[in-house]
């Protein structure tokens, strides 16, 4: 097993996605929301795991903190959504003095309706910390990912959308087409 976590293996795909594009049999609006829908509850969860253990993947433990436990790999499921199922691995926690229990997990569950119009409006006008946390909220009104864990996971995605957007295309054949209209009514009296 690679030991890359899964949201860096999702973000090398999305990277091909965009550099060698899809198969004829594929919709690219359905693929990208499958990504980016599977993407954003990969971060989510790693970083639900990160608060929980108080560091982040790979980062050593230190000495005299307590016995929070070590990350165990990942257990593959599934969300439902109107799209189809899309593919998310589970973080584990092991050795903890408290057993772990992603409450993001358990609200994803039953409400990918919340997911998928989370995507669908990410992509459309982005959204805010506040926006993200209002819709990541239970039936109790309680936050179910921390500011921190918000915070992280959009500044890593509005990196990664900096240097998509000044990436270089010159190697690209590009050709451009500009049209220009006016459409003026004529009536014969």
């Known amino acids: 097993m690679s030991r890359i976590p899964p949201s860096a293996r999702i973000a090398q795909a999305i990277s091909d996605f965009f550099t060698n594009g899809i198969s004829e049999n594929n919709d690219v609006k359905t693929t990208l929301f499958r990504l980016g829908a599977q993407r954003l ?23 005299n903190e307590g016995n929070n436990g070590y990350r165990s790999g990942y257990k593959e499921r599934s969300v439902n959504t109107a799209e189809g199922k899309i593919p998310v691995f589970r973080p584990q926690v092991r050795d903890s003095d408290m057993p772990f229990a992603s ?3 358990q609200f994803l569950k039953g409400n990918s ?40 996971v959009t500044d890593a995605l ?32």
């Open 41 to 63: 509850i990969q971060e989510l969860l790693e970083q639900e795991v990160s608060d929980f253990l108080g560091r982040e993947h790979y980062q050593r433990r230190d000495e």
């Open 103 to 105: 409450k993001l997990w």
């Open 113 to 152: 309706d919340v997911l998928q119009y989370l995507v669908m409006e990410m992509y459309a006008r982005g959204l805010s910390t506040r926006d993200i946390e209002e819709t990541f909220t239970d039936e109790e009104g309680r936050c179910l990912i921390s500011r921190t864990a918000v915070s992280e």
């Open 158 to 189: 509005w990196e990664e959308y900096e240097a998509f957007t000044k990436r270089d295309l010159s190697g690209f054949d590009i050709a451009y087409l500009f049209l220009d209209a006016v459409y003026e009514p004529m009536r014969l009296f």
